[in-house]
């Protein structure tokens, strides 16, 4: 009895529902099955990660709660006045849109990473890599705006202070992972072209883009949570 | 998905058109979320239209993008039960923040 590998896929032996969770677990066989050793701990890590995120995202809930003071209108700080138009999130908006369209090049790059594509993964990779990197651009632009106006961690001119260490807390590390996404995916996507990959398979394509989807999926709760509520 | 081909057991393989229709998808219910606070929805219509969009996002980058729905159970179940008791978190941290509010105005007015 050696390990299931990924050729014996689809057989009609394998069990499904429940009964497939008690196989997998106590078959004494590897209990991730098919799944590459590398995809199975980036999983493990984006959970871990998934805990940190939330912790930051409760503590905001929290001292958002617990506040007295009005808790400042984010459709007005985060607006922008573009040709004398007043527009309420735009910025974030714009991120937004960046953000997914990111994660769609990335998730073509997966798949003609399997189809051993080398040249379409390798720049639908480096597009990734230019959209999350101008994504960090925006949050830098972001940043000093509001820093100029007035908001530090321990207060702000426009209501609860706690306003300010939300902030910076839950952006400045979802930046950070945006930013190690970026560098991940510029070091994977020039050993993709360089041939690295060519005989040991494009897993690290999907892992690559396990770690991207996530930071996107981050981001769809802080603009949930954070800026429209 | 029957369509789905696993060549050589060389991982996760679908259709390129999958993936467009979800970007599409996703632009539509982030276009969707933006609007609901550019025509300044109020109260608790807000609230669970932001929720609902936010859960469909998230339900198709998880399931599509990162190829959960195409996952043995075991693996999706290790990964996506745990953080379910993040909502006993919430419920506390939320109990937390209430009377931490309450006490406030109690003890310093509405200043505090």
Redesign the interface.
């Known amino acids: 009895m050696s390990t299931v ?3 014996s ?2 057989s009609s032996k394998e069990s ?3 009964q ?2 008690s196989d ?2 106590g078959g004494e066989i590897e ?6 050793w590398g995809k ?1 701990m980036m ?2 890590f ?2 871990s990660d ?2 940190i995120f ?1 912790c930051f995202l ?2 905001y ?9 009005d808790w400042p209108l984010t ?1 007005e700080v985060f607006a922008l006045t573009v040709n004398g138009v007043h527009v ?2 735009l910025l974030i ?1 714009i991120m ?2 960046i953000l ?2 990111s ?2 090049t ?3 790059a ?2 003609y990473g ?2 051993r594509d080398k040249k379409k993964t390798f720049w639908l990779m480096l597009v990734t890599a230019i959209l999350g990197a101008s994504f960090v651009g925006m949050q830098a632009f972001e940043w000093s705006k509001l820093i100029e106006e007035g908001v530090r961690p321990w207060g702000n001119p426009m209501g609860a202070a706690q306003f300010g260490a939300a902030f910076f807390m839950i952006t400045g590390f979802h930046g950070l992972h945006v930013s190690i996404g970026v560098i991940y995916l510029l070091v994977v996507a020039f050993k993709v072209k360089r041939g690295d990959y060519d005989d040991t ?3 690290i394509v ?1 892992i690559t ?2 770690y991207w ?2 930071v ?2 981050v981001w ?2 802080i ?3 954070f ?3 | 998905m029957s369509d789905t081909i ?9 259709p ?1 058109g999958i ?2 229709k ?2 599409l998808l ?2 539509v219910l ?1 276009t969707l ?2 609007m ?3 025509i ?1 929805l109020q109260g608790y219509l807000r ?1 669970t239209l ?2 609902i ?2 859960l469909l ?2 339900g198709l ?2 399931a ?4 959960m729905m195409w ?5 999706v ?3 996506l039960l ?2 379910l008791c ?1 909502l006993i ?2 419920a506390l ?2 109990v ?3 009377t ?2 309450l006490s ?2 109690i003890y ?1 007015g ?3």
Request: aromatic share 18%; no cysteine.
């Open positions: 590998t990924g050729s896929t689809g499904k529902g429940w497939g969770v997998d677990w209990a991730f099955r098919d799944v590459p199975a999983w493990i984006l959970l998934t805990f939330s409760v503590s809930m929290t001292v958002r709660m617990s506040t007295t003071v459709s309420p999130l908006a937004t849109f997914i369209t994660s769609g990335m998730a073509m997966v798949n399997y189809r398979g494009f897993e999907e883009g396990l989807h996530f996107d999926l769809v709760f603009f949930a949570f800026y429209l509520w | 696993h060549a050589q057991g060389d991982g996760q393989q679908h390129i993936y467009l979800i970007w996703l632009f982030s979320s933006y609901v606070d550019y300044n609230w932001i929720i969009f936010m996002k998230a980058i998880i599509i993008f990162m190829h996952e043995r159970l075991a693996l179940y290790a990964i745990p953080p993040l978190l919430i941290m939320a937390e923040g209430d931490t509010m406030r105005i310093f509405e200043g505090g």
